[in-house]
């Protein structure tokens, strides 16, 4: 089954074009998940912490196995002075991706141009580009196109992608060799790893693509 986080402080417009429009070999419809910052204000919460609480949701969810993850640019009024509103998305691009490096990561606006004016022109745009690059954002979409740049990752997974989704076919498989490294660990376990990109994912990643999701099971058991 493919699975889209969603990020956005409006209810998601697009959810019904992407059920029709990505959906799996088997014709089943993509699981969709929409986390909304609106749902963490409160009068009694200072915008810090308002933002602390939603990037900790964002960066739980961003551990579970997904194909894409869709950043609205603009996630609501936190009550920061400056620009600080704007860079709200970047926040939550970091939280996801520190978490999640497998996954495709898409930010989207109705008004992009206006948006990357503001943002840049605040006068750091060379530090707000390098958080853009380092948090692996592949495109910047408008909202019109949303279903259509979702598809076509969906359709065009990176290597990392491939792999998490190999692992995530069989998540309750275990490794079975009992000289394996990995030996005792499901196949959900290796996929999180995977995601993470610490010293252990990197290697299942580097094993996966040398030998296949094979290298971690005993086939003659």
């Excluded at 919460?45 to 869709?70: G, H, N, S």
Aim: overall charge negative.
């Amino acid at each position: 089954m493919r699975r889209v986080l969603i990020v956005d402080d409006q209810d998601p417009a697009f959810a019904g074009e992407l059920e029709t429009e990505i959906r799996d070999e088997s014709g089943n419809a993509p699981e969709l998940m929409h986390i909304n910052p609106s749902d963490f204000f409160s009068d009694g919460r200072t915008p810090d912490q308002t933002l602390a609480k939603l990037l900790a949701r964002v960066a739980e969810a961003a551990t579970e196995f997904w194909d894409v993850i869709i950043i609205d640019l603009y996630l609501g009024d936190f009550g920061f002075d400056g620009h600080r509103n704007l860079e709200v998305c970047l926040r939550v691009a970091e939280a996801a991706r520190e978490a999640n490096r497998s996954a495709t990561m898409l930010l989207y606006s109705g008004t992009l141009s206006k948006y990357v004016n503001e943002l840049l022109g605040g006068g750091a745009s060379d530090t707000q580009l390098r958080r853009i690059f380092h948090a692996e954002v592949a495109n910047f979409v408008q909202r019109s196109r949303i279903a259509r740049e979702v598809r076509s990752a969906v359709d065009n997974p990176t290597w990392l992608l491939r792999v998490d989704r190999l692992l995530m076919t069989t998540p309750a498989l275990v490794v079975g060799p009992e000289e394996a490294e990995f030996v005792g660990r499901t196949f959900a376990e290796l996929a999180k790893l995977v995601r993470r990109q610490n010293d252990e994912g990197q290697k299942i990643t580097q094993l996966a693509v040398d030998y296949g999701v094979a290298a971690f099971t005993d086939l003659n058991s």
